[in-house]
């Protein structure tokens, strides 16, 4: 069996077996799949996740590297709590109504701006002469389900966005080629309307109410470094926040 991968897929994407083991561990996280749990058999499983048996068990490798995964020879694969539950989405808070879902992003913009003058709490450029940022609007989906429309912003002090070189995660991308990580956020969650920009795929027209989360990302230094805000179908997604 091969992997079920269409030619115009982002070359810049997660490997397969890293999206596969980022949606076991959004659901291990979410307690979808408890403690002491059976995965079905890996021929069966693969099958259902559209993937080979080969790639498959590359991501339940990372899930045993992880703690999170017991592997029995002539038994099966089980759930075990108490691992490493850290992802790229590990910040993603919106969850279909079924539960969880593999976030994915289609780039809609990338282009260098002025920062506008409500975002004047960004980091160390804004309070220059030259208060310049990167701008990224992207569609946001679960699994293949379209869920919402984003514009984030990124302080000019992070350094210039490749957009050639961008993945489904952000934050992954910041690590990678800006060499900063995302250490602290705070969201805002309201009812607002869709933006004016949002393409004909977002189930929301333009102007038509929907939710929406506002998020002050920080890394190392006293100001933020990113916000963004991302308008979400609430027939669709739900915000989801759990306390550990």
Known sequence: MTDQKT???????LPLYVQISELL???????????????PPEREMAEGLGISVGTLRKALADLTKRGLLMRI?????????????????GMFRLELHSGGGLPRATYLDVSRQNIPKGLATLGPTSFGKEAWGTRIRRLRFLNDTVIAVEEIWLDGSAGEVAPDLL??????????????????????????????????????????????????????????????????????????????
């Open 167 to 244: 993945s489904d995660s952000l934050y992954r991308y910041y690590q990678k080629q800006l060499g900063f990580w995302i250490n602290r956020a705070e969201d805002r969650v309201a009812i607002g309307q869709s933006p004016q920009w949002a393409p004909k795929e977002f189930p929301r027209a333009a102007g038509s109410p929907t939710g929406y989360i506002e998020r002050l990302s920080w890394s190392d230094g006293p100001e933020p470094i990113e916000f963004s805000k991302t308008w979400f179908d609430p027939d669709k997604a739900l915000y989801v926040q759990r306390l550990k």
């Open 7 to 13: 030619a115009s897929h982002n070359p810049n994407a």
């Open 25 to 39: 561990i959004r659901d291990i996280a979410a307690g979808r799949l408890i403690d002491g749990e059976r995965l």
């Open 73 to 89: 020879q002539g038994s099966g694969n089980y759930i075990q709590q108490g691992g490493e539950t850290d992802s790229v989405y």
